[in-house]
């Protein structure tokens, strides 16, 4: 965006350094009630945080501090207005659709379970993709026993569907 259109006042820090937005994705908001649940709680956590920084008086600390939580708090609630919340156990389990839990098999015979998700309950620490993510993009609409390619920055790899759950 062109500096002209931006509000300096609204994105400038006390220590002069800019404090941009974070980014809204172009994507719908699919989510799933535990992903809409973590959002609610993130939410309250923000609001909890800045309301304790606000009565705490510190001014050395708080304004960058307050800025930075409510611009977070900013995009927790446009996220939580578009919410699609979508119920795994109600997705048709003949084949990958968001909120399935994959079992895969690759090229090595090595298992992978991957759990597809919204985007901001994307944690690949523990196997939640997002659902457009190049992995959920391969997998989805595929069924068990199907092979998909999952073209990667490292090489593409063939994963075999060994199992769909749903769970919430």
Sequence with gaps: MSRAFVNEERFEQAGG??????????????????????????????????????????????KDKISEIERDLRYVRARLDSVILVDPKAQNHDSVLFGATVEVEDEEGNRHTFHIVGEDEADASINKVSWV??????????????????????????????????ES
Excluded: C, M
């Design 17 to 62: 350094e800019e404090l941009v937005e974070r980014p809204i994705s172009e994507h719908p908001n699919y989510v799933t009630p535990t992903g809409a649940l973590e959002l609610q709680t993130l939410e309250e956590a923000l609001v909890a945080e800045l309301n304790s920084l606000k009565d705490a008086h510190d001014d050395t600390f708080s």
């Design 133 to 166: 993510s190049p992995l959920a993009k391969s997998l989805l609409s595929h069924k068990v026993g199907e092979t998909v390619n999952w073209q990667r920055p490292a090489g593409n790899i063939n994963l075999e569907i060994l199992d769909i759950r749903y």
